[in-house]
């Protein structure tokens, strides 16, 4: 087991399955890099990133890494992401206290939505970030994963009815340097629904990331909800695997 701090190393670890560890290779960038832990194993990798309240844990490795790694984790508890695989490796280490099943879904064939003129995506700002939680409260499900500084990064798009936000898109990493980005924060107004605008804020986002050089787009989405799924699968998403994520605990016994 090694800690690891090599950037060049764990980009060839993470790039062994770059759709799996697309957030990760994010986290390599400054600013977020110094607040990551990276362990090692063989080949494996485990990631606890410190800069948000969840602590998520991200782990790439086959099952016997995997229970090497989380088992020589000091973290008490986190938010885990793990693929089906790994799942019987973590059980008796970590125990999740809820079991999301999701799907990661990645651009393959970029179909544009584009909307009628009064649905044209506009550019936003973070002087638009209360406008966006104002969108977010008007119905359960929006925001989770929301924070003001995530539209630092220049790529969420909106778009306005009598000069409200009714539909919103983002991204919650972008990174130039490894040419991924993961989108999020897409959310439309319970009254607006039914209109493709969710559809057309993600096509606005994606041609955005595109324009800038952004080779790997993804995003994810519950595995139950099929709605959103073909919505994506509109603009040229396509299911890639599903994982499983939610909040986690040490099992006492496994305690280093």
Same mark, same amino acid.
């Given at each position: 087991?090694?800690?690891?701090?090599?950037?060049?190393?764990?980009?060839?670890?993470?790039?062994?399955?770059?759709?799996?560890? +697309?957030?990760?290779?994010?986290?390599?960038?400054?600013?977020?890099?110094?607040?990551?832990?990276?362990?090692?194993?063989?080949?494996?990798?485990?990631?606890?990133?410190?800069?948000?309240?969840?602590?998520?844990?991200?782990?790439?490795?086959?099952?016997?890494?995997?229970?090497?790694?989380?088992?020589?984790?000091?973290?008490?508890?986190?938010?885990?992401?793990?693929?089906?695989?790994?799942?019987?490796?973590?059980?008796?280490?970590?125990?999740?206290?809820?079991?999301?099943?999701?799907?990661?879904?990645?651009l393959a064939d970029f179909?544009?939505?584009?909307?009628?003129?009064?649905?044209?995506?506009?550019? +936003?700002?973070?002087?638009?970030?209360?406008?966006?939680?104002?969108?977010?409260?008007s119905g359960h499900g929006?925001?989770?994963?929301?924070?003001?500084?995530?539209?630092?990064?220049?790529?969420?798009?909106?778009?306005?009815?009598?000069?409200?936000?009714?539909?919103?898109?983002?991204?919650?990493?972008?990174?130039?340097?490894?040419?991924?980005?993961?989108?999020?924060?897409?959310?439309?107004?319970?009254?607006?629904?039914?209109?493709?605008?969710?559809?057309?804020?993600?096509?606005?986002?994606?041609?955005?990331?595109?324009?800038?050089?952004?080779?790997?787009?993804?995003?994810?989405?519950?595995?139950?909800?099929?709605?959103?799924?073909?919505?994506?699968?509109?603009?040229?998403?396509?299911?890639?695997?599903?994982?499983?994520?939610?909040?986690?605990?040490?099992?006492?016994?496994?305690?280093?």
């Open positions: 087991m090694t800690k690891l701090s090599d950037k060049a190393e764990i980009r060839r670890r993470l790039n062994q399955d770059r759709e799996w560890s +697309l957030y990760a290779l994010a986290d390599l960038d400054d600013g977020l890099f110094e607040h990551c832990d990276w362990l090692g194993c063989g080949d494996g990798l485990a990631l606890v990133f410190h800069a948000l309240a969840i602590r998520p844990i991200f782990v790439i490795g086959d099952a016997a890494a995997t229970r090497e790694l989380l088992a020589a984790l000091p973290e008490t508890g986190g938010y885990l992401n793990l693929k089906p695989h790994q799942l019987d490796a973590a059980r008796g280490v970590y125990e999740f206290r809820q079991l999301h099943e999701m799907r990661r879904m990645l179909q544009p939505r584009v909307g009628a003129a009064h649905s044209l995506p506009q550019a +936003l700002t973070r002087d638009d970030s209360g406008a966006i939680e104002r969108l977010f409260e929006g925001g989770i994963a929301f924070a003001p500084d995530q539209m630092d990064n220049g790529f969420f798009r909106g778009i306005r009815r009598g000069g409200e936000l009714v539909a919103a898109a983002g991204a919650h990493v972008v990174s130039r340097n490894e040419g991924v980005a993961g989108i999020g924060n897409i959310f439309t107004h319970p009254e607006f629904r039914g209109q493709g605008l969710a559809q057309i804020v993600t096509s606005a986002v994606v041609a955005a990331l595109r324009a800038a050089g952004i080779e790997t787009i993804g995003l994810n989405v519950g595995a139950g909800n099929v709605a959103a799924a073909r919505a994506y699968e509109r603009v040229g998403f396509r299911t890639c695997f599903r994982y499983y994520e939610g909040p986690a605990v040490r099992v006492a016994a496994s305690a280093p």
